[in-house]
């Protein structure tokens, strides 16, 4: 099973600065099959970033995704103030299982 | 418009058997690999099982195998989760959440539409 770590814990940034988010795989795994989640509280989890670097439909082109073999990064560039949430990134390309990583929370400085 | 509405939590013994649904609407089901995603309180999201479209076959994660059973009804355009054996670390939020494709292509797998949860929390 990949096990993917992310980091930091936790990232406190201003609006209008830049995120840079980590996910790192305890192996390599096909392709570039991750993908980025959003979740704000009380909501479901929506997908930002697939394979890698490809945004899903209506994400708006700060977010960008990056990375291949065991070293992804999401970056949100010029935070909004909607963008205060927490991240996951998941690995579907040595699945099953699908596994997710622990979460970055992203809060107001 | 796409839609999944998830249904069938509440509160259950340890030991005891639930079984969710999640209804959808604006797609057929059948057609793509289909899956539940769990969030215990203040935790992170975890890979619970998985239904390939067309053939069906079923994956799951090792915390729940042999007591979950994923299925789906076409004719209802459903899918449900046959929680059985429960456990006090099995309270945790559900998901359904739809693949992006049928299962068979890998690049396909991962998660683009979610419902919004039904809350299953096990306790004496």
């Known amino acids: 099973e990949i096990v993917l770590t992310q980091s930091p814990g936790t990232l406190s940034l201003s609006p209008g600065e830049r995120a840079t988010l980590s996910c790192r795989a305890s192996?390599?795994?096909?392709?570039?099959?991750l993908a980025w989640y959003q979740q704000k509280p009380g909501q479901a989890p929506r997908l930002l970033i697939y394979?890698?670097?490809s945004r899903a439909t209506g994400i708006p082109d700060r977010f960008s995704g990056s990375g291949s073999g065991t070293d992804f990064t999401l970056t949100i560039s010029g935070l909004e103030p909607e963008d205060f949430a927490v991240y996951y990134c998941?690995?579907?390309?040595?699945?099953?299982?699908?596994?997710f990583g622990q979460g970055t929370r992203l809060e107001i400085k | 418009e796409l839609q999944l509405l998830e249904s069938g939590g509440g509160l259950v013994q340890p030991g005891g058997s639930l079984r969710l649904s999640c209804a959808a609407s604006g797609f057929t089901l059948s057609s793509y690999a289909m899956n539940w995603v769990r969030q215990a309180p203040g935790m992170g999201l975890e890979w619970v099982s998985s239904i390939r479209a067309g053939i069906g076959t079923t994956y799951y994660a090792d915390s729940v195998k042999g007591r979950f059973t994923v299925s789906r009804d076409s004719a209802e355009n459903t899918l449900y989760l046959q929680m059985n054996s429960l456990r006090a670390d099995d309270t945790a939020v559900y998901y359904c959440?739809?693949?992006?494709?049928?299962?068979?292509?890998?690049?396909?797998?991962?998660?683009?539409?979610w419902g919004r949860g039904t809350l299953v929390t096990v306790s004496a």
């Open positions: 959440a739809k693949g992006r494709g049928g299962w068979s292509t890998p690049g396909n797998r991962y998660f683009d539409s």
């Open positions: 192996q390599s795994f096909r392709s570039t099959y």
């Open positions: 998941q690995q579907y390309g040595s699945s099953p299982p699908i596994t």
């Open positions: 394979d890698a670097s």
